[in-house]
């Protein structure tokens, strides 16, 4: 039986293996788990507002998004705010910065991916901010757009911002 489950930055550690073994296969772009974990995991799941969703199988993973609030000094945030200073000057800062969604291949067209990302927004507020391709076709994009978000800028020819003001009292 499958269920979608959302946990702090602590739980979050229980996790790892599950969730990296996604990662690896979804995106595949870090040598091993050390440097993932170095370098996004655990210093994602340290920051004020952390959240991380499951889908879950029993105990195995089969996808997982996570996100953060969004502060200025950190990369991404900074990295908008210089390439596009309208966006930066409305949207960054006290932002939820929506940063990872994953559903491994096997397991996608089920909902999971919807799901996910439903369940890492739930009773926020405020304004979320992502970064995703600027591929009209890519099926994240088309996911994102179903949930509401639209389009503020391109980072690049291959990068774009995206955006949405969630509601504003908690469901
Ligand atoms: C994006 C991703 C998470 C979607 O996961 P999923 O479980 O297949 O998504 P869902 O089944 O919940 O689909 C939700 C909606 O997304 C869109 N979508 C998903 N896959 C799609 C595809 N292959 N082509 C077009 N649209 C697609 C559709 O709008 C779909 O709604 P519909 O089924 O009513 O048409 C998954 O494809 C994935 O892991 N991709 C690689 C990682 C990635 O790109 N992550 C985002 C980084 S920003």
Redesign the pocket.
Same mark, same amino acid.
């Given at each position: 039986m499958t269920r979608i489950e959302t946990v702090d930055g602590a739980t979050a550690a229980s996790y790892t293996d599950g969730v990296f073994a996604v990662y690896d296969t979804?995106?595949g772009d870090r040598p091993d788990q050390l440097v993932w974990r170095e370098q996004l995991f655990d210093r994602h799941r340290r920051r004020s507002g952390f959240r991380l969703a499951l889908a879950l199988d029993a105990d195995r993973v089969l +996808?997982f998004s996570w996100g953060y609030r969004g502060a200025r000094g950190q990369y991404w945030p900074d990295l908008v705010a210089r390439t596009l200073p309208d966006v930066g000057a409305e949207w960054v800062g006290d932002h939820f910065e929506f940063v !990872?969604? #994953?559903? !491994?291949?096997e397991?996608? $067209? /089920? +909902?999971? +991916?919807? $799901?996910? /990302?439903d369940a890492l927004l739930d009773g926020l507020t405020g304004r979320a901010l @992502? +970064?995703? &391709?600027a591929d009209d076709?890519?099926? #994240?994009v088309? @996911?994102y757009? &179903?949930r509401g978000w639209r389009t503020l800028g391109l980072l690049d020819g291959e990068r774009r911002v995206m955006g949405v003001r969630l509601p504003t009292t908690s469901s």
């Amino acid at each position: 039986m499958t269920r979608i489950e959302t946990v702090d930055g602590a739980t979050a550690a229980s996790y790892t293996d599950g969730v990296f073994a996604v990662y690896d296969t979804v995106f595949g772009d870090r040598p091993d788990q050390l440097v993932w974990r170095e370098q996004l995991f655990d210093r994602h799941r340290r920051r004020s507002g952390f959240r991380l969703a499951l889908a879950l199988d029993a105990d195995r993973v089969l +996808g997982f998004s996570w996100g953060y609030r969004g502060a200025r000094g950190q990369y991404w945030p900074d990295l908008v705010a210089r390439t596009l200073p309208d966006v930066g000057a409305e949207w960054v800062g006290d932002h939820f910065e929506f940063v !990872e969604l #994953a559903v !491994e291949p096997e397991a996608r $067209r /089920h +909902g999971f +991916g919807r $799901r996910l /990302h439903d369940a890492l927004l739930d009773g926020l507020t405020g304004r979320a901010l @992502l +970064g995703t &391709s600027a591929d009209d076709a890519d099926p #994240a994009v088309r @996911l994102y757009q &179903s949930r509401g978000w639209r389009t503020l800028g391109l980072l690049d020819g291959e990068r774009r911002v995206m955006g949405v003001r969630l509601p504003t009292t908690s469901s």
